[in-house]
């Protein structure tokens, strides 16, 4: 069995944050917090990176994902694959040092892992639609 990077975990620890502030209606950044003060640790700093970075820019980002997810709104999405893309974008975007590629791939692998059936051929048009439309988006 391949050995899963501190990179992925990283990720499935801030979606782990961002899903349940968007089950309680908080930000990203007041979930990081409430969960730091409950004594849990958030062993790998990439994953206070992604949910302050998916924080600050959520407007933005779900504004993109409105713009290239076709049929399906933010709401109707399971949370799960919303909170995904939200890191898939704010990586393509924001982080400098996360090829395009990988950060489609590490959502794909996460929502394969985590959601519907249909959700990695989903997340994988959205994220590659809007990877295609990087340059007109910032």
Do not use: H
């Not at 801030?14 to 969960?35: F, K, T």
């Not at 109707?76 to 995904?84: E, G, K, L, Q």
Request: glycine share 6%.
């Amino acid at each position: 069995m391949a050995q899963i990077g501190a990179r992925t975990k990283a990720r499935k620890r801030a979606l782990d944050v961002l899903y349940a502030a968007d089950m309680r209606g908080e930000s990203g950044a007041q979930a990081l917090d409430r969960v730091l003060a409950d004594g849990e640790a958030v062993n790998n700093p990439y994953t206070t990176t992604l949910v302050r970075g998916v924080s600050e820019r959520q407007e933005r980002i779900d504004e993109i994902l409105t713009q290239f997810s076709t049929d399906w709104s933010l709401t109707r999405m399971p949370a799960v694959d919303r909170n995904v893309l939200r890191i898939g974008v704010w990586e393509m975007l924001w982080a400098e040092d996360v090829p395009d590629t990988v950060a489609v791939t590490e959502a794909m692998n996460l929502v394969r892992e985590l959601s519907t059936d249909e959700s990695p051929a989903f997340v994988n048009g959205v994220l590659g639609a809007i990877q295609r439309a990087k340059d007109t988006l910032l």
